[in-house]
């Protein structure tokens, strides 16, 4: 029998404070606007956020009222939401048609049943392993006593931190992780990316604008503008359709 595969999105603790999220809230349907897109991340977790299926061999795209019936939400709502994701850069349309979310593919997480009974049994003996050394170590003599499991949460405390703070500088004022840079270089040419970069810091330090995530803001409307302005620097057959090209919210502040 196959081994089953879960999916879980991995929502980031800066979720709400987003640009686009935060934007979102500040409309009369927001809320369930937001509700809608948490939908359609977990409905998009096995393909990489493609909104899309497979039947066969046939692709078959998500429609409006596909959304609407997987989702509980009415045609109406899934409609001006929809849109509102296209402009805002919450999902873009992809070459094919497929319209895509591009926050699921930093934020997913997978694992197959056996793995599953695999970390189970060893946080199982890892537990048992601890108990033993805090025991242990509790029965020294005198004033040296300590904690083994204090020490080993600690540490682990110190690891999570190190790996939250992994983005580095790719200019003064525009943070990327090693991750993030690479998907970019993947999709297009590294002097078209660094173009966005270099685009992104002049608009960040002329404005004081600062965001959540340098990435998302890349994907959301840096791109599109790169694109219109410098051409030349899109990689031969990477120009995508003007229906598919983001509209900047903040255009206005942008010119």
């Not at 640009?19 to 393909?47: R, W």
């Not at 998302?216 to 840096?222: E, G, T």
Request: proline share 2%; with cysteine.
């Amino acid at each position: 029998m196959a081994d089953k595969r879960y999916y879980w999105l991995k929502l980031k603790e800066d979720f709400f404070d987003l640009d686009t999220i935060d934007y979102l809230s500040s409309l009369p349907k927001g809320c369930e606007y937001i509700v809608l897109y948490q939908k359609l991340c977990l409905l998009t977790l096995n393909s990489g956020g493609r909104m899309c299926s497979q039947v066969g061999e046939m692709l078959i795209k998500f429609d409006e009222n596909k959304i609407a019936r997987d989702t509980k939400f009415s045609v109406n709502t899934v409609s001006a939401a929809m849109a509102m994701f296209r402009k805002i850069g919450l999902i873009y349309e992809e070459n094919d048609g497929v319209l895509r979310i591009p926050y699921v593919e930093s934020s997913v997480g997978s694992e197959t049943q056996s793995a599953e009974r695999v970390r189970k049994h060893r946080s199982g003996k890892k537990g048992n392993t601890l108990q033993c050394n805090t025991e242990t170590a509790l029965q020294s003599n005198g004033e040296h006593s300590y904690n083994v499991t204090q020490i080993l949460d600690t540490d682990n405390r110190d690891k999570r931190i190190d790996k939250k703070d992994n983005k580095k500088n790719y200019a003064d004022a525009v943070a990327l992780t090693e991750e993030e840079y690479t998907k970019l270089t993947k999709e297009h040419s590294k002097p078209f990316i660094d173009k966005c970069i270099e685009v992104l810091n002049n608009y960040k330090l002329s404005t004081g604008k600062k965001y959540k995530s340098d990435y998302h803001a890349i994907l959301s409307w840096v791109l599109r503008s790169v694109k219109e302005k410098y051409p030349s620097l899109i990689k031969q057959g990477e120009a995508l359709n003007a229906e598919a090209l983001f509209e900047n919210p903040w255009a206005d502040e942008f010119s």
